[in-house]
């Protein structure tokens, strides 16, 4: 199957979405995976069910820990794609009405008491939104299957730009703390930090203007993917992988799950849209041809 990835046309328009496909499952079998190998935080997140009103609070959390886990093999498998992406978008959606909806950010600026906020699970919902219309609306005839994968890229594009652009934004709102981040920057060995800071908050929002205008894809990707692998080799590799509780990975040191997440939507979106069309191929080129 690997190998079929790479034979064949230039570039399958369905290819781009199976990365999506299958990061989004690998990142969401490792939470079932680490919660199957700690039972005590699947029976505290039962009796947390429980104290919501829902019953059988205990047997709930193993019940939603399974359909994770079949979910998610299943999306690696390829297999009842629909079904899986509506399994975990489920999931999903409960999660961010019990215990997200009060806050919004994952990483940076702490909110409250430092609890995890929605956007990380808001968008692994629109990544499993476009990998599931892109299956729902596929046909046999290669322009409707262009076209579906095209409406769930689109829906990949526009979310992560949307909501990484929220964190420059909030930045923005703090100048003493950039202030602070570039004199961090300086003390170690990187130069003029406090305008490289202040610099890559512009470029971040300057990438995600461009990504919801689709305008300059490609350099915009390539902005987006460059400050978030500095971030997460100076801030995020350090800790574990996963954005867990604070008894996991401690307040304020966010693994880079979601920083990677983000990195394969924009590297995704870089492949679809890039302009050597005999090297990729470009199915968006291809479907403007074919109307």
Request: aromatic share 12%; glycine share 10%; charged share 15%.
């Amino acid at each position: 199957m690997i190998a079929n990835w790479y034979r064949g046309p230039a570039h399958h328009p369905g290819r781009s979405l199976d990365i999506i496909r299958i990061v989004v499952a690998l990142i969401l079998f490792l939470h079932a995976a680490c919660a199957f190998l700690h039972p005590g935080d699947i029976r505290g997140f039962g009796h947390f069910l429980g104290s919501r009103g829902f019953p059988f609070g205990v047997g709930l959390a193993w019940a939603v820990m399974i359909l994770q886990s079949a979910c998610s093999l299943a999306l690696l498998a390829r297999r009842l794609v629909l079904a899986a992406c509506i399994g975990h978008i489920f999931v999903l959606g409960v999660g961010i009405w019990l215990v997200h909806a009060p806050y919004w950010r994952t990483v940076g600026l702490a909110d409250g008491d430092h609890q995890p906020g929605a956007e990380f699970s808001v968008l692994m919902v629109a990544c499993l939104l476009g990998v599931a219309w892109s299956h729902w609306r596929r046909s046999s005839r290669l322009k409707d299957e262009e076209f579906a994968v095209r409406r769930g890229l689109e829906v990949v594009r526009i979310a992560g730009a949307l909501i990484l652009v929220i964190h420059p934004i909030g930045g923005l709102r703090d100048p003493a703390g950039l202030n602070d981040l570039g004199v961090y920057f300086s003390s170690i060995g990187f130069p003029f930090g406090v305008p490289l800071v202040w610099g890559a908050m512009f470029l971040q929002i300057a990438c995600s203007i461009a990504l919801v205008a689709r305008r300059l894809v490609v350099p915009a990707c390539l902005g987006h993917i460059l400050v978030l692998s500095t971030g997460i080799w100076l801030f995020h590799a350090p800790n574990w992988f996963a954005i867990g509780p604070e008894n996991v990975i401690g307040p304020g040191n966010e693994g880079m799950e979601y920083s990677v997440l983000l990195m394969c939507c924009f590297f995704t979106l870089l492949i679809a849209y890039w302009p050597r069309q005999q090297l990729l191929g470009n199915p968006f080129r291809r479907l403007e041809e074919t109307e």
